[in-house]
Every structure is written in C-alpha cells, then in structure tokens.
C-alpha cells in the first residue's frame, strides 16, 4: 500500500484536502502511468501540470530539437535549450519541479511501427502532435489497445479538446473520418499561433488527464470543447459513437494503418 511521507504529503497538500481527490485520487496519480506524444505548445504544460500533480510515470515522445521560434509558446523549453532534443530538454525541466517522477524519453517520430511497443508500457494517452496522419495513427492504436486518449489541437487564436473512452465513447475518426489532404489546412507556422492558447488548451488536455485517473467530474467523451481566445467564446459540441466507423465501429480495424503524410499542423 503507497504511503506519503511528510515531503509529499506537504507537496501534495491542495490535492489531499480537495474534495474528489483526497488521499485515494492522490495515490491514483502516483500508480498512473501517461504517455505525451508531442513536447511542442501542448505537450509542454500537460507535462508540467502532470509532473507537478505527482502522476508518477510520465513519457515524452518527440523526434524534433528545441528552435527559437518554439519559445513563444512551447513553455517547457527555454534559450538554454536550443539546439538540445526536446524530449530530453523537458526531461530536465520536470527532473526540477518534481524529482519524484519518473520521465521516460523516445526521440522518435512516432509511426505505425514503434508505437505499438510504445504504448503498451502506459494507461493513458494525451496527444499533442504536429499532423493528421499522426493524430489518426494514435487514435487508430488507442482504439485497438483500449487506451484511454486526450486530444488536443490550436491555430491562431483557438483551439479543440476531446477525450476518447475507446470501444465506449466516440472516436477521432468517428468525427472526422480520414486526415485532410496535405496543405489543405493552414498550419501555425504559416497562419500562426497566439502563445497563451497553447497554454490554454493544454491545461485543459491536462485537466482532462487528470479526471480520468482520479476518477473524477465528467471528461469530455462524446464532447467537442472548443473556445476562440479572442472573444473567450467556449463552446462544447456533442458527437456521437459511429456503429459503422471504421476504427471502433463493429466491424473495426484489427491493425493499424499507415498515415504517412507531410507535417500540415505544427504547434
């Protein structure tokens, strides 16, 4: 049976008296073990936020090195990064705000062929990657491994949350159906990015992690959260479950699919 000794229980302390996390929510974070695919605008405050709330196993998949134009918003980096992988760039952070979590890094892209033998070590999934075919690919494996996911997506000044309950709630390709065409969709790097929606909508993402460990509130299943920062306009919109959908539907996938394709939405 986990213990807290005084240091955590001291760290801990706003959890342990909150009402829906406690002491149990709080050990359920310590056992918890998540997995972010993406260490750009998302994935940076879903690792700090995650680190700082104890989950006690945390993997960071990125193939990219830390740049000067990821620093408006890709907060988990700093000037004293650049040039540094990113996976191992956050590893140092989190190591600092909470030497109690164990980081686990792949500089990897991740693919069809290695995010099988990545996934299977990890109860949840919070995406923030930079491309559809990406996005799809994880949804596809979450779906076939029952892996619970939180997806996460911003451009210019907003940006979109849902959580998947695999087999349960809707799914990614439920809503969407087949990733765009390349460049049929205008990407941070081209139309832009304000830094703070990142930031926004990856305390959500982290929020949602979270909740589905602990237990706790309503996720974001069968829920579209969207808000547009320069109105501070929020919105959730319902979906639904596809009987007919190709990747949970009743006459799933049974292997996963390639989605190879150029990056069309950098974070």
Known sequence: MLEFNDSQMKRYSRHLVLQGVGVTGQKKLAEAKVLIIGAGGLGSPVALYLAAAGVGEIGIVDDDVVDLSNLQRQIIHTTQSLGKQKVISAKMQLNALNPEVRINTYNVRICAENITEILKNYDLVCEGSDNFGTKF????????FNKPLVFGGILRFSGQCMSINPHMSACYA???????PPDSVPSCANAGVLGSVAGILGSI????????????GAPLYDQILSFDASSMNFRKITISKNPSCRVCGDNGIKELKDYSQKSCWEL
């Open 137 to 144: 690919l994880i949804n596809d494996a979450c779906v076939l």
């Open 174 to 180: 439920c809503v969407f159906d087949e990733p765009p």
């Open 205 to 216: 993402q982290a929020t949602e992690v979270l909740k589905i460990i602990i237990g706790t």
